[in-house]
T-cell receptor, first 113, second 109 residues
């Protein structure tokens, strides 16, 4: 089954404790992105990747890091989480520049206390 | 940068009534996509519009892309309780898809 898998689904952590949210897609998609969703603000792009080893900042990249060492994986790293990073996070992938339908993962609800 | 505004933010309708949500972009869009997110779920792709003035239908849903490719609308005819959720528009490219803030639809039985 074609899908985007995120882990964990829920995470409660403390300020400053590094964490990684994993994202994996099995569709051989070139493009992958991370979004955060906050009430009233919709989906805001954090980082995106056009292919292996090619990443760039989205609209709200501060406090986040990403890497794309393999085509299928695109982890999101919070080196020192803060309470303002409490949010619902989605990973998404798209096939190519000409086929931009985005497939979203199930989401990760992160709480930083 | 590109901004996509979506209205209304919330809409409550009685089952059977129609519903429309609107998106407006600050810049011309190469394409616009619509997604639906059920409560507690993740966004799911509905459709993509590419051509100026394009109109597409999916059963009770009608999607329009403006002539200037800066606005779009989603219209649902005779809403059902299964239509409940948040509808997002997104414009741009695979590299950077800018989403509107969404319209949360509640359908009262």
């Amino acid at each position: 089954e074609a899908q985007v898998t995120q882990n964990p689904r829920y995470l409660i952590t403390v300020t400053g404790k590094k964490l990684t949210v994993t994202c994996s897609q099995n569709m051989n998609h070139e493009y992958m992105s991370w979004y955060r969703q906050d009430p009233g603000l919709g989906l805001r792009q954090i980082y995106y990747s056009m292919n292996v080893e090619v990443t760039d900042k989205g609209d709200v990249p501060e406090g986040y890091k990403v890497s794309r060492k393999e085509k299928r994986n695109f982890p999101l790293i919070l080196e020192s989480p803060s309470p303002n990073q409490t949010s619902l996070y989605f990973c998404a992938s798209s096939l190519s520049v000409s086929n931009t339908e985005a497939f979203f993962g199930q989401g990760t609800r992160l709480t930083v206390v | 940068g590109q901004q996509v505004m979506q209205i209304p933010q919330y809409q409550h309708v009685q089952e059977g009534e129609d519903f429309t949500t609107y998106c407006n972009s600050s810049t011309t869009l190469s394409n616009i996509q619509w997604y639906k997110q059920r409560p507690g779920g993740h966004p799911v792709f509905l459709i993509q519009l590419v051509k100026s003035g394009e109109v597409k239908k999916q059963k009770r849903l009608t999607f329009q892309f403006g002539e200037a490719k800066k606005n779009s609308s989603l219209h649902i005819t005779a809403t059902q309780t299964t239509d409940v959720g948040t509808y997002f528009c997104g414009g741009g490219s695979a590299r950077q898809l800018t989403f509107g803030s969404g319209t949360q639809l509640t359908v009262l039985p």
